[in-house]
């Protein structure tokens, strides 16, 4: 009879096992530049967040495992923005990670918040791209709101499109 209620639980203790915890937010103290929004050579995702070109050409060693390489660059969000969700795809994250903000750990995900108002102004945050190889063609999800887009970086690499593919 006890079992009963056990396996009536059992659904609610599976989700629970299985949910993601919620990415860190970084926090505003770890602006490290107020800039014009959109930033200049930076492409726009979504309207709410500026981020490096398609193609970073350098990344360097870090001498460090399981994250043995490294590309710095930062990003800049629309100040008084809606908050933006930074993710490494579930498929991706034995091979890549994330990190903008002083204190923020290596990570699958991340939220930034769009801080103070103000109209055409961004919010700087130093980071970059984590790697277990020397390049990638990383895709990574933003999210704002309930709206979602994949941009793709191509790390020390170039990405190909599937349209120019043989």
Not at 65 to 75: E, F
Request: positive net charge; charged residues 15%.
């Amino acid at each position: 009879m006890r079992i009963v209620p056990l396996l009536a639980a059992l659904p609610a203790i599976v989700a629970a096992a299985h949910a993601t915890p919620a990415p860190p937010t970084v926090p505003c103290d770890e602006i490290i530049l107020h800039t014009k929004f959109p930033y200049r050579g930076y492409r726009l995702v979504l309207g709410a967040v500026s981020v490096p070109p398609a193609y970073l050409a350098q990344v360097v060693p870090t001498g460090q495992r399981p994250w043995a390489y490294w590309r710095k660059a930062g990003l800049v969000v629309r100040a008084g923005g809606p908050p933006v969700t930074i993710s490494v795809p579930r498929a991706w994250r034995r091979r890549a990670a994330i990190t903008w903000g002083n204190s923020t750990p290596i990570v699958p995900s991340l939220r930034l918040t769009g801080c103070d108002r103000g109209r055409n102004v961004g919010h700087a945050y130093a980071g970059g791209f984590y790697l277990r190889s020397p390049s990638a063609c990383l895709p990574l999800i933003f999210r704002v709101g309930s709206r979602t887009a994949t941009v793709r970086f191509g790390l020390g690499r170039r990405c190909v499109s599937p349209a120019a593919a043989p």
